[in-house]
Structure formats: structure tokens, C-alpha cells
């Protein structure tokens, strides 16, 4: 395979090109319920469905916080795109769970992306001679339209056998071509372009040595590998968030010096309302970034040096996260109330970000519970979650 290495400047450099090319592309995302094929197929020629990948398979493996630097990028450009590059990249990780010779097997393509979805209770992977046969539905396969593997997670029971709740669970990659996607089943308001369709899968047989532990350990100790990876998905999509609020902030900001508001005289940005809202939005968003990368800076930092992260770092980076995404939302909804009724249509360059941050706020990282794992911990209770 070969290897071709590229320096930070390289990634920040075309990032801000690639996401100039989003940015011009950001209805059609959104109207196809994909990244264009000629897009996605340049930004994996380019290495960035691969930041996080090992260097040992072709990736980059950035440092976290250089990661997270790109994908705000994107986010400020596209909150469909962003979302993917970071559900794809994190999602990558997974390579040091596999053996180098699977690895090498799905990695080796330049093109090279998986796509996973959490399972219905219709998934199942039934143990046979050699490896699994897996059937069942799957949603919420991000990047869906451009991956070329599937990674599905099921639980494991042999054949007959009713289920428990207690079965362990496995992590099962196949080729795209062997699962049938469902039509219609990413029919949203928001994040439209992240194709996040789910699939079906009907007893295809899957070999063992493309299979591992939902939580196996992985055999790669480099420091992106010790960070939990429900952190490395919470930040990044927090960093999403938070771009796009910056974003819709520096719409409303724009919009402001040439537009008026009716019954009222002179332009948006002389008005005392706009003055103060705009300066509360802005203190809201960049406190919210600051707590965020003050927190995945100090989780990188002990990784890096190979040290046991603490409770507490944990829990900040999961706090850090779910806030911004919170706060992320207060923000955009600033900034679309602000702007009045011209936001309800979609060529208002808020309108779409409004969509999107909403439909963040429902995901799994955006639940407000999060909180409440915070304050247990705070309080000196044992803290209840996924930190």
C-alpha cells in the first residue's frame, strides 16, 4: 500500500478549500440527502475520511485537538458534512480492534469508509462454522451514500434461542454491496445531507476475523486510541454544534447591517434589541467553545502522555460536550428569532442551520440526562452513564 504523509498545514489548508467547495454545495447536500459523489470522492483522495485512521494503514492520525480544529471548519461550511467527517473518522478508530490483515483488507482503498447504525431488536448474529450469519434492521448509518463497508452491531445467540438482554455483543463489517438500504427512512428536518439511512441485513454470513468486541481492546496504544470513544464522538459533534451557531451568528450579524425590521426605523444593527442579543449570543457561544476545548485539551494531553485519564476528566469532556450542543442551540435560536420572519424560508442562510441544530439536540451526545451524570459526580455520588 502506499503511503503518502502530509503535514497539519496540508490538512488546514485543504479543509479550508474542500469546505469552500461544501459551502457552494450546501443546498444540493441538503436537497439530496447526500455529499455529492464527485465531493465525497475528493475529500477521500485528499485523506479526510481518514484524519483518525492509524498511520500504519494509510491515515493520518491527527491529533485530537487538530482534529477537532478541521471539523469546525466543515461545521461553519455544512452541518451535514461535518457531521459525517466526524462520525466517519471517529468510527475509523475501530481499525486498531481488528487484526492488520482485516484492517488492511477494508483500509487499503483510499476511498475506504465504514458506516455503522445502532441495531432494532430484529438484529442478530447467529454463530456458525467460521464466523456469524447476520440478519436484521439497522438505522442511522451516517454517510451512507458514499461508505463502502458496513459495520453492524448485534447481539450474539445461536439459533432458536430467545433472547435475554444479557447477550454479548459484537461488532460485524461487510461489504456495502451485501446489505439492502431502506428507502425513506431518513425523511428529517435537519441534517438531511448526512444520509443516515438505515439498512437490512438477511442472513449473510460474516467471518470471524471481520468481527470483534463492542468493547474489545485495541492493539494500537497510540494516544487517539486511549480516549474513550463515546468522547471522541460527544466532542466532535459538540464541535459541530458549535460551529454552526458561530455560523448562523455571523449570518444574523451580516443580515443586521441591511435589513429592517417593520414599524421600525433605521437597520437591524441599531436597534438596542439587536445590539444586546447579539452580545449575549456572542458570550454564549464562546464560553461554550472554551469549556469544550479546555476539557478535550486536557483529556488529549494526559492521553498523549500515556496516562490513566481521571473520572473527572471524563466527566468534564462529557459535560463540555452535551453544554456546547445545549448552548449551541440557544444561540442559532437566537439568531433565527432575531432575523424575524425571513428565517422561515429556506434561502435564509439561518433557516437551514436551525434545522440542523435541532436535530442535534436530539441525539444520543445532546441529551440533557448528561447533566444530571455531571451532577452525580459533583456531588461525590457514583455517576451514572456512558463517560
Not at 4 to 29: C, F, G, P, W
Not at 117 to 138: C, D, N, Q
Not at 184 to 204: Q, Y
Not at 232 to 245: D, E, H, K, M, N
Request: with cysteine; proline share 5%.
Amino acid at each position: 500500500m502506499s503511503i503518502t504523509r502530509h503535514d497539519l498545514k496540508y490538512y488546514l489548508d485543504t479543509a479550508q478549500e474542500l469546505a469552500a467547495q461544501v459551502a457552494e454545495n450546501s443546498e444540493r447536500i441538503d436537497r439530496e440527502c447526500q455529499i455529492p459523489t464527485e465531493l465525497a470522492a475528493e475529500m477521500a483522495d485528499k485523506g479526510f475520511f481518514r484524519l483518525l485512521l492509524p498511520r500504519r494503514l494509510g491515515g493520518a492520525e491527527l491529533d485530537h485537538p487538530d482534529f477537532l480544529r478541521i471539523l469546525e471548519i466543515f461545521a461553519e461550511a455544512d452541518g451535514s458534512t461535518a457531521w459525517t467527517l466526524n462520525q466517519n473518522n471517529v468510527w475509523s478508530t475501530n481499525s486498531v480492534r481488528l487484526s492488520d490483515r482485516t484492517a488492511l483488507e477494508i483500509w487499503s482503498d483510499q476511498r475506504a469508509v465504514v458506516t455503522n447504525g445502532p441495531p432494532t431488536p430484529s438484529a442478530v448474529a447467529v454463530p456458525v462454522e467460521g464466523g456469524y450469519k447476520l440478519s436484521g434492521r439497522w438505522f442511522f448509518s451516517s454517510g451512507s451514500s458514499h461508505a463502502s463497508w458496513i459495520a453492524a452491531l448485534a447481539p450474539v445467540r445461536p439459533a432458536g434461542k430467545q433472547p435475554t438482554g444479557g447477550e454479548n455483543l459484537r461488532v460485524l463489517l461487510l461489504p456495502k454491496t451485501e446489505v439492502d438500504f431502506v428507502p425513506g427512512t431518513w425523511e428529517v428536518s435537519g441534517l438531511r445531507g448526512t444520509s443516515s439511512f438505515g439498512f437490512e441485513i438477511n442472513d449473510v454470513f460474516v467471518p470471524s476475523d471481520r468481527t470483534y468486541e463492542q468493547n474489545g481492546e485495541p492493539i494500537d496504544d497510540g494516544p487517539l486510541y486511549r480516549i474513550p470513544r463515546t468522547l471522541l464522538f460527544s466532542s466532535g459533534f459538540s464541535t459541530v454544534a458549535l460551529g454552526i451557531a458561530g455560523a448562523s451568528l455571523k449570518a444574523s450579524i451580516d443580515l443586521s447591517g441591511t435589513r429592517t425590521q417593520a414599524r421600525v426605523s433605521g437597520l437591524m444593527q441599531e436597534q438596542k434589541t439587536t445590539q444586546r442579543l447579539i452580545g449575549e449570543a456572542e458570550a454564549i457561544q464562546r464560553s461554550a467553545r472554551a469549556f469544550l476545548q479546555q476539557s478535550a485539551s486536557s483529556v488529549w494531553e494526559s492521553a498523549y502522555k500515556g496516562e490513566i485519564l481521571t473520572t473527572e476528566q471524563r466527566i468534564n469532556l462529557r459535560l463540555a460536550s452535551t453544554h456546547g450542543i445545549r448552548q449551541a442551540a440557544r444561540v442559532v435560536d437566537t439568531a433565527y428569532e432575531m432575523v424575524g420572519s425571513g428565517s422561515i424560508f429556506p434561502t435564509n442562510p439561518i433557516h437551514r442551520r436551525f434545522q440542523d441544530i435541532h436535530v442535534i439536540t436530539q441525539h444520543i451526545q445532546g441529551r440533557s440526562t448528561h447533566y444530571e451524570t455531571a451532577g452525580q459526580f459533583f456531588l461525590g455520588l457514583e455517576p451514572e452513564g456512558n463517560f
